[in-house]
Structure formats: structure tokens, C-alpha cells
T-cell receptor, first 115, second 113 residues
Framework: ETGVTQTPRHLVMGMTNKKSLKCEQHLGHNAMYWYKQSAKKPLELMFVYSLEERVENNSVPSRFSPECPNSSHLFLHLHTLQPEDSALYLC??????????????FGSGTQLSVL | AQSVTQLDSQVPVFEEAPVELRCNYSSSVSVYLFWYVQYPNQGLQLLLKYLSGSTLVKGINGFEAEFNKSQTSFHLRKPSVHISDTAEYFCAVSGGGYQKVTFGIGTKLQVIP
């Protein structure tokens, strides 16, 4: 148990579907992240939310839409995805401003398959 | 700009043998360095980190890493591996600030009984 919970663990969706990934952290952290993990590629930072600002990777297509209603919850809304979006989506959190050098705590991920 | 290079995509090693997983980085600023481990069907877990001070860093599960500034390396070592160490290991560098964490491509460690 890492303190970061992601649901669902697995998701299969068609290209015309709309679905959402959910992440919840119980660590009192003030920043949350979405990463995409694809085979043979480095982890790709998609989005970051902190108390101060949201950082968006410019290369993330608009079919991915994040939402952070509070510091403990993070969503990733998906619509009209493509097969190449199939990957493991990881949520992470951290405590910024405490000299931890961005120590990240990860959830177990959602394995997404787009048919 | 910063980058991380993990030279070995897969490392097979016999149980109880020593192992070294290599990591080189580049950065224009002072860095924080990390090793994360990912077991099958799980997210990443912090193994150890270097922020400052002693260049030899000890982490969980008997792993250690040495920061070498002149060679810009942060290699991960364990003197005797166990079957349970079979996992993928990721080196990461941060220059500070959440948007500056860069991960390597990962090294799969396969421990052979």
C-alpha cells in the first residue's frame, strides 16, 4: 500500500467511448501527476497539479482531459482515444517545498487498452 | 535541459551474484538523483535517492548507489541478488520543481535461480 490508489486497474474501451481514470492520495501531499508508461519508452509526464498551478505537457492530445477537484483527488477523462493510447497510466503524488527533491509516490496504475 | 541514459535494457544475473545497473545523466544544474523499482503489475516505488552529502547512498532491500559527479553517473548495485529482486529499475533526475523530473527508459533485472 503506497497511499496512492488508482481505479480501475484495467480498462478496455472502444475509440468512441468516454471513460475516466481516478486517483486518490492519502498522504497529505500537495502535488499530483499523471504519467504514461509505454513499452520501451521513458515515463512520459502528462499533467501536474499543485496548489500553485497546473502544468500541462504540450504534446498531450486534447482527448486527454485532467481534473483536480482538490489536493487528494485527480481524474483523467478520456474520449475518442486511439489504439496508440494503449498504455499503463500512472498517478503519482509528492510533497513540494520540503526539500525532498520531488520524491514521487506512485499508484499501481490503470492498464488501458483501446480497441 | 536534462536527460538520463540507462545503457542496459535487460540484465540477467544468477541468484546470489552481485549486480550493477548503470545510469548516466546530464544536466545544466545541480541535480537530485533517484532509483525507482517497478515490480510486475505495480507502480513505481522509490528505492533510494541522492540529494546531497555522502556520495554513497543506501536504499531499501540491500541496494546502494554511488553518485559520481565527474563521470555524471549514479550506478545502482547490490552485492547479492535474490529472486524477489526481479523487476524493472528506473533511474531519474530532477533539477528541482515537479516539471523537471526525467526518467530513464528502465532496466529489467532478471534473477535466474
Amino acid at each position: 500500500e503506497t497511499g496512492v490508489t488508482q481505479t480501475p486497474r484495467h480498462l478496455v474501451m472502444g475509440m468512441t467511448n468516454k471513460k475516466s481514470l481516478k486517483c486518490e492520495q492519502h498522504l497529505g501531499h500537495n502535488a499530483m501527476y499523471w504519467y504514461k508508461q509505454s513499452a520501451k519508452k521513458p515515463l512520459e509526464l502528462m499533467f501536474v497539479y499543485s496548489l500553485e498551478e497546473r502544468v500541462e505537457n504540450n504534446s498531450v492530445p486534447s482527448r486527454f482531459s485532467p481534473e483536480c477537484p482538490n489536493s487528494s483527488h485527480l481524474f483523467l477523462h478520456l474520449h475518442t482515444l486511439q489504439p496508440e493510447d494503449s498504455a499503463l497510466y500512472l498517478c503519482a503524488s509528492s510533497l513540494q517545498g520540503k526539500g525532498e527533491g520531488e520524491k514521487l509516490f506512485f499508484g499501481s496504475g490503470t492498464q488501458l487498452s483501446v480497441l | 535541459a536534462q536527460s538520463v541514459t540507462q545503457l542496459d535494457s535487460q540484465v540477467p544475473v544468477f541468484e546470489e551474484a552481485p549486480v550493477e545497473l548503470r545510469c548516466n545523466y546530464s544536466s545544466s544544474v545541480s541535480v537530485y538523483l533517484f532509483w525507482y523499482v517497478q515490480y510486475p503489475n505495480q507502480g513505481l516505488q522509490l528505492l533510494l535517492k541522492y540529494l546531497s552529502g555522502s556520495t554513497l547512498v543506501k536504499g531499501i532491500n540491500g541496494f546502494e548507489a554511488e553518485f559520481n559527479k565527474s563521470q555524471t553517473s549514479f550506478h545502482l548495485r547490490k552485492p547479492s541478488v535474490h529472486i524477489s529482486d526481479t523487476a524493472e529499475y528506473f533511474c531519474a533526475v530532477s533539477g528541482g520543481g515537479y516539471q523537471k523530473v526525467t526518467f530513464g527508459i528502465g532496466t529489467k533485472l532478471q534473477v535466474i535461480p
